[in-house]
C-alpha cells in the first residue's frame, strides 16, 4: 500500500473533524453545564476579601510612552 501526502492530509482532515464533533459533544453536554453555569457567574460574584491598598495608576500617557 502506497501512501502519500494527501492521503496523510486527507486522514488528519477527517481526524480533526472528529475532534471538533468531540469538542462540541461535550460542551454541549448535559453533565458540563453546572461547571459551565457556574463559571459564567464568577464575574459577578463577590470577592470573598475587599482589595487593600490604593489602586495603582492606570491611566495611559497622552503620548503613549512609557518613559
Known sequence: MDID???????YTV????VFI???WWAY????KPRFDA??????E???YPRQGPRP???PTSSGDRT
Open 29 to 32: 453536554s448535559s453533565r458540563s
Open 15 to 18: 481526524l480533526m473533524f472528529l
Open 22 to 24: 468531540g469538542v462540541c
Open 57 to 59: 495608576d492606570t491611566t
Open 5 to 11: 501526502i494527501n492521503d496523510l492530509r486527507a486522514l
Open 39 to 44: 463559571a459564567a457567574r464568577l464575574p459577578f
Open 46 to 48: 463577590e470577592p470573598e
